[in-house]
């Protein structure tokens, strides 16, 4: 029987799925070294954010087929390497749609409403000086900009839209104007979103193009007035800028669920500043997205090693499939 290893505890019905075409091998999180020597005998793995898949541990496997990831981004797993040696890369991005989409509004509106600090102030006995020292905002008419249109965004747009009476703004320069829903205006112009929002949300992938994209030069840009969220990949926004505008009242607030350090440097600025809100890569990680998400990548190994076509291929092209 085919093995297939998995590094990260997953629901029992993930399990089951897996065991109707393969011998699961657990190996913990973050253990490097066990992978490495468990992958001599293996034909799939299903993999975190943890690991990160290089061709070193690819050439230690000469049997792998498949690599699943539990997630969306694959930023951690050398595409091309994997391509060039015929393993297929698997992901899932529909599971976690709604609940990061969830987390992000949730964001927006802990931000906005600055439920944090409020919190803490009240918790210490500032009762009356909380309750007019910052005052936070309504979010009614205000304008969200989204960066990256895709599977979240949407639902972020329509969650703001519906919950908020948000206008919405956007760019994607790779979506089609047919998939922009009514009522979201869309921009050619990056620029132009940056300058008009007040709240800024991103939801675009981690590559070569957004690696440290969202620099001085765009932030800059943004109102005094305005709050920034990124619910994506850390490596996408220079995180020291954003603290420096903090600093200097160029920027309202911002919050962010993904770091370029994960996990953060415990002296890290960003950590210390009382305008931001952190939290640890866990905007998919809910009872019910977990499931869904194992349980829609044991399902494309085990279509896979069964001889079917999983669904969500991400280098399908690479593979001419």
């Keep these: 029987m085919k093995k297939v290893i998995v590094n990260e505890k997953v629901s029992p019905d993930a399990l089951n799925i897996l065991r ?12 490097h070294e066990e992978i490495k020597k468990a992958l001599k005998d293996i034909s799939g793995i299903m993999l975190d954010t943890t690991i990160k898949f290089t061709p070193e541990l690819m050439d230690s496997a000469p049997d792998l087929k498949v690599i699943s990831r539990t997630g969306t981004g694959v930023d951690n797993v050398d595409v091309p390497a994997a391509t060039e040696r015929g393993i297929m890369v698997l992901h899932t991005p529909d599971a976690n749609t709604v609940t990061v989409a969830e987390h992000t509004v ?72 047919s998939v922009v829903a009514p009522g979201v205006v869309r921009y050619s112009n990056e620029e132009d979103v940056y300058k008009q929002a007040d709240v800024l949300t991103i939801h675009v992938p981690l590559s070569d193009e957004t690696r440290k994209h969202i620099g001085e030069k765009l932030l800059s840009l943004m109102k005094p007035s305005a709050y920034l969220i990124n ?91």
């Design 20 to 31: 109707k075409a393969a011998e699961v091998v657990y190996i913990p999180s973050g253990d």
């Design 231 to 321: 619910t994506a990949r850390g490596n996408i926004i220079d995180e020291m800028q954003v603290v420096k505008m903090l600093n200097e009242n160029r920027l309202m607030g911002a919050a962010f669920d993904v770091l370029t350090n994960e996990p953060p440097m415990d002296n890290e600025e960003f950590l210390k500043n009382p305008k931001t809100i952190i939290s640890p890569h866990s905007a998919a990680l809910t009872n019910e997205c977990t499931v869904r998400v194992a349980c829609e990548a044991a399902s494309g190994i085990v279509d896979y090693l069964e001889g079917r076509m999983p669904k969500s291929i991400f280098n399908r092209k690479g593979l001419n499939l």
């Design 106 to 177: 949730s964001m927006i509106g802990a931000l906005t409403k600055h439920l944090l600090f409020l919190d803490k102030e009240t918790r210490e006995g500032k009762f009356k000086t909380a309750r007019r020292l910052y005052l936070p905002v309504d979010l009614d008419g205000k304008t969200l900009g989204i960066i990256g249109y895709g599977r979240i965004g949407k639902q972020v747009a329509k969650k703001c839209m519906a919950a908020f009476n948000m206008k919405v703004i956007i760019y994607d320069p790779y979506i089609s104007d």
